[in-house]
């Protein structure tokens, strides 16, 4: 019997606003106490290779929501995102201080991982669906990996894993949810030993609190959750960690909310950072409101909402009934439909989701002398064609000001690939370091991380991008991908620790634990942040050179020498001879100027501190590399639309034209050609300043259709001052499908009977059989009978025929639909008709797929990869009750055979005349290798065609005639 680890229950509602004085509890409620645990360094531990053998099944948490995209159309931005941050960071900080990894799915059993970690003053505690392991802080286990189901004694292992330290008790915090009661469970340590005892308890909700994002607070343990009604709660934290009985929790319903209709609803509160706290301070919670979305929003901005307790009489706590709304520079959300993944991985169509339209976790809050601040993030799309990059918020206010943006930007450096679930918290010195994932076409999903240091340019990530983990996998059985990460800070209120998921080999996510400073901690250490002079530009032979250095160590500095360098050669040496306190920024001009007057050359210009005492010589220079523009010159940087997938038709062609000049461009023709057709030209209306980006999709689309290569050529035709930069070129492919899937348990088909047919087969390889060598004839207008059985109960199964012989079936291809299967090894027939039409007539691809109903509840989606279920190809050959002679091709008469190694001859013995035939031949993705008119002699039809170029495998001839008739046979190149 089939046992779910974990399932993510994602609702779609929508919310009316509230009367602003509804700011009173809306539930209030106590907690029901489990007992106190075991240790849980005395836990199970769990043994993988029987872990792999039975819980594996259920290891997919599926989602199949489909949402729309973009509610608003023209909701701003229109194309992408033009305040994004296009270049890297350039200061280099230490490397990553413990870099291990935390579990992974084998251990843990459930995707995707849900990764989350927290460190104390010794240990880090790791868990993820449905794991837990705590290590000391050099990566060392000390307890695990255990299942979460060991530590509550109701022995739930639903997942959603949150763990918090809480520096303020010296107390650690585990949670997740209870399908079955719609319940939240909470663990407290009894001692500051996370591998000591715990009290537990569970708090029974009105509805299932999926995604549930905790924080802490000085007066309550904050949570919101992805649900109706009450979605904000607060836990009586003093209760908790005293073990009581019957611990308080208090709901709340957001006022003026709109949720996210595409994905999952996720305001955040704010953590703690730190032991500073005003006594009075209310708990804040934060929530993006997207223009795309429709409804009441009209323009991107975040909301803001004040929590006041009252655990005396909780009915006297309060929310505001009037969110503080802050406006941002506009930002698109959302991105593809939820569950069908958003960003490309290499060597694979299959996706991965990034999870847009949330707060990410989690969301930090700090208090400095003279402000508090608040770090926010989540994701956006960059160029409206789901390249992700982080927007990152550092909200402040103070005691007689409200939150207002302090800064903001979207970090997305151009090299074409995502970065996506952030996480970011801001250190005692008030610099923000910002961790990641990142993905594209050319790069599996790997971790990284960048930050900034106080005082530097607003907006900007300034610290070098720096690697955690690279990925060496890709995931290929699922769209499902975090779903979130978790950055936590150290009890030094300096070192960042960082837990998110990578793929160590395929589909095997495995989480990885790190941590990284930016604060250097070294007495003497000085280093050039910024060159703030010379930029791109019509530029001279007599430019002045500005840079920003910085004070990284602990005492202040004075007299120490600054180098310039343009193309590596040095060019002046002068003395800083003022005095920079300790994390402080300074500016400094050089006397000397530079010639920069070449006329479209990009210069690299380097400025270096020598200061003879530096403990850390690794951000001393700084790099900048410098262009003098050309005043016209705009070109085409990129093709994104659209990409290599399964079922392309006509399709939105989709450029990003990039303005590298000096001079605002504006009404820019620009064209796309396919496979060297003639061009298409339209006209940008939009104005694009210089250095800015602009995605612009042509309102005439492109043909797309047939299986194959397409090469797309977009150039801007505008005459400008450099034509070396118009163009870009991208070749795509439209593909058949070939779904993957698990059926190594039984799942899938282990008999077909059709006709002729009647093949019994175990588990075929990746879930996908090729038995398009058996075919059998079935007749139109007639009862025609097909039998199915699986391996494992609880089974379905659908059939399809590719009637117009395309390799992509259409929904009036669809036979059968859903049948239940739901004995293992037993007999289910089930019937079809296919209509007297000539057009039908011919030799077809036949499909039959078989799934697991709770993993996968439709089996009538012809290509989307199974999570436990299995695809068998056949062939049909359909005869109508008309004469065969008037009507089809007899497939007996149509023969391959091969006349030399690289040569083979296709020949059809007509027994009329069938006028102009072709063939054209296909691999098994469906892409067309060759196209050919046959030789007609009398009745007989033959053509030959080279193999040379084509690897061995297996082909597919198909033949074409008029009337829609059409016949197809398998061969193999050897």
Known sequence: ????????????????????????????????????????????????????????????????????????????????????????????????????????????????????????????????????????????????????????????????????????????????????????????????????????????????????????????YYLTANKGGQNTYALDREALINGDANPQIVGFTLPGIQPNPNTVFSPEPANLLGTTIGPNTPGYIVYLQDDGWGGAITTDHLKIWEINLDWNDTSNSTISGTPLELNTQPFEATFAPFGTGDVNQPGTNQKIDMIGGVISYMTNYREFGTHNSMIVTFNVDVNGNDRSGVRWFELRNDDATPWSIFQEGTYAPNDGLSRFMGSAAIDAQGNIGLAFNIAGDFLPAGIRYTGRFSGDPLGQMTVAETVIQNGMGVQTNTNRFGDYSHLTMDVDNFTFWHTAEYFASNNLWTTKVASFRLSSGFENDIGISNIITPNDGVLSANETVQVTFRNYGTVPQSNFNIELRVEGNLVATEVFSGTIAENSTADFTFAQQIDLSNEGQTYEISATTTLGTDQFILNDEYTKNVTHLFGNDVGVTSIDSPTTGEGLGSEVVSVTVRNFGANAQSDIDVSYSINGQPAVTETIPNTINPGEEFTFNFTQEGDFSQLGDYTIFATTVNSDQNNSNNSSQVTISNDGCSPLSDCSFGDGITKFQLGT??????????????????????????????????????????????????????????????????????????????????????????????????????????????????????????????????????????????????????????????????VEVYNTLGQLIARREMTQQGNDYSVVFNTEDQASGVYLVKLFGTNNLSTVKKFIIK
């Open 1 to 220: 019997m089939k046992n779910i680890l974990s399932v993510l229950i994602f609702s779609i509602f929508f919310l009316s606003a509230y009367a602003q004085d509804n700011t009173k509890p809306t539930y209030e409620a106590t907690g029901t106490f489990l007992g106190k645990t075991q240790p849980l360094r005395d836990l199970p531990v769990v043994n993988v290779a029987e872990r792999e053998h039975n819980s594996s099944r259920a290891k997919i948490i599926r989602n199949r929501l489909r949402a729309p995209r973009k509610v608003n159309e023209n909701a701003l931005p229109l194309h992408g995102d033009n305040t994004a941050q296009l270049e890297f960071g350039r200061i280099f900080t230490l490397a990553p201080e413990e870099n291990f990894d935390g579990t992974n799915v084998n251990e843990a059993g459930a995707t995707p991982p849900d990764p989350t970690g927290a460190v104390g003053p010794n240990h880090y505690v790791h868990a993820a669906n449905v794991v837990i392991k705590i290590f000391d802080k050099q990566g060392n286990v000390l307890s695990g990996p255990s299942p979460l189901s060991s530590i509550w004694q109701n022995g739930v292992n639903n997942g959603d894993p949150i763990v918090l330290y809480d520096q303020l008790a010296d107390r650690w915090f585990l949670s997740q949810f209870n399908i079955a009661t719609n319940g939240l469970l909470i663990a407290i340590s009894e001692t500051p030993d996370p591998t000591g005892a715990y009290f537990t308890w569970e708090f029974p909700l009105d509805s299932f609190p999926d995604y549930p994002h905790y924080t802490v607070w000085n007066n309550a």
């Open 757 to 918: 047919i009647d093949n019994e087969t175990s588990c075929s390889n990746n879930g996908f059989g090729d038995f398009t060598d058996l075919n059998t004839t079935i007749q139109t207008d007639t009862t025609i009978d097909v039998t199915v059985a699986s391996g494992f109960d609880g089974q379905h199964f659908s059939v399809f025929i590719d009637f117009n012989d395309n390799f992509v079936f259409e929904e009036n291809e669809l036979v059968i639909t859903d049948v239940p299967i739901p004995v293992a090894d037993t007999d289910v027939m089930s019937s079809f008709t296919i209509a007297d039409d000539p057009g039908l007539a011919g030799t077809h691809l036949l499909r039959v797929r078989a799934s697991w109903v709770q993993s996968d509840p439709t089996s009538a989606d012809a290509c989307v990869d199974f999570t436990f279920g299995e695809t068998e190809d056949y062939t049909v050959t359909v005869e109508t009750s008309l004469s065969l002679e008037e009507t089809e091709f007899n497939n007996s008469d149509f023969s391959i055979y091969p006349i030399d190694d690289d040569n083979y001859e296709v020949s059809f013995n007509g027994r009329a005349n069938f006028g102009d035939l072709r």
